[in-house]
C-alpha cells in the first residue's frame, strides 16, 4: 500500500545524506565525518530497495491468498526405480 511512498522517502533521505557527505567532506563537518554520512546513505538504500522488493510478499498477506509457489521438478532420487524386494545382495561363502 504505502511503500512506494515509505521507499520514496528514504531514497530522498539517502540523496541528502549524500549531499551532506559531499558537504561534510569539501567545506566541514556536520555533526558526522564524510565517511559516517556515506554508511548512512548506503543503509537508507537498502532499505528502500528491501522495501520495494517486499511489496509483493506483505500484498498478498493482506489479501490472504497464498503465494504462487514454484513447481518443483523431479530430482533423479524420485525418478529412481525402487530395487525389488526379493532380491538380496549378501554375498555367500561356499
Do not use: C
Amino acid at each position: 500500500m504505502y511503500h512506494k511512498i515509505l521507499a520514496d522517502g528514504f531514497f530522498v533521505f539517502a540523496a541528502i545524506a549524500i549531499l551532506a557527505s559531499m558537504y561534510s567532506w569539501s567545506v566541514e563537518d556536520i555533526f558526522l565525518a564524510s565517511t559516517q554520512w556515506m554508511l548512512i546513505s548506503v543503509v537508507l538504500l537498502l532499505m528502500a530497495i528491501y522495501i520495494r522488493l517486499s511489496r509483493d510478499d506483505d500484498e498478498s498477506l493482506l489479501k490472504n491468498r497464498p503465494k504462487a509457489k514454484p513447481r518443483r521438478r523431479k530430482t533423479a532420487a524420485a525418478r529412481r526405480r525402487k530395487r525389488p524386494k526379493h532380491v538380496s545382495f549378501r554375498l555367500t561363502e561356499e
